[in-house]
T-cell receptor, first 113, second 112 residues
């Protein structure tokens, strides 16, 4: 069974641009969570989707948004990029119950210049 | 690989020794906890979990201890091996939130 895939793996953008990251969950998984990982702040929860519905979101500005499609694939979008948005963005998929194991993808490394 | 954390607390242990990694969690209402291992260039990988109605759970070479009184988790790794070198995170969840809060992480270095 294929693991969680994230595209692209690396991305370089400039301030003010916007970016869309993609996550394909493990087949059969209906929950996708997104996290931002930085050396200073560690792993921070962005949002979680299940069956196309956002069930929770973290404390990030409205520039960060996401969505989930009917095939459970998910995208996150960051608009008006700032230097501080440089990070590793991780997505994780699971069957959907909170005690189901989350499987993480390798992440997308975003650099904002 | 990518740097997970430049200023993480580091635990150095000799190969074959036991390792104990500690974590203070934030929310007394959290009722489910997980330990993850993250190697350079990879996403976190599940190691072991524990629910709040337990105080100890054992896996293969790993044991998690939960002390709800002081909001403390620990991960014990027996007979630490070079392949155990990684950053370890604890994560907590409160039922109904569908949200995991991660600790800051500890870097484990295994010395040959």
């Amino acid at each position: 069974k294929a693991g969680v895939t994230q595209t692209p793996r690396y991305l370089i953008k400039t301030r003010g641009q916007q970016v869309t990251l993609s996550c394909s969950p493990i087949s059969g998984h209906r929950s996708v969570s997104w996290y931002q990982q930085t050396p200073g702040q560690g792993l921070q929860f962005l949002f979680e989707y299940f069956s196309e519905t956002q069930r929770n979101k973290g404390n990030f500005p409205g520039r960060f948004s996401g969505r989930q499609f009917s095939n459970s694939r998910s995208e996150m979008n960051v608009s008006t990029l700032e230097l501080g948005d440089s990070a590793l963005y991780l997505c994780a998929s699971s069957l959907g119950q909170e005690t189901n194991e989350q499987f993480f993808g390798p992440g997308t490394r975003l650099t904002v210049l | 690989g990518e740097s997970v954390g430049l200023h993480l607390p580091t635990l150095s242990v000799q190969e074959g020794d036991n390792s104990i990694i500690n974590c203070a969690y934030s929310n007394s209402a959290s009722d489910y906890f997980i330990w993850y291992k993250q190697e350079s260039g990879k996403g976190p990988q599940f190691i072991i979990d524990i629910r709040s109605n337990m105080d100890k759970r054992q896996g293969q070479r790993v044991t998690v201890l939960l002390n709800k009184t002081v909001k403390h988790l620990s991960l014990q790794i027996a007979a630490t091996q070079p392949g155990d070198s990684a950053v370890y995170f604890c994560a907590e969840n409160m039922a109904g939130t569908y949200k995991y809060i991660f600790g800051t992480g500890t870097r484990l270095k295994v010395l040959a």
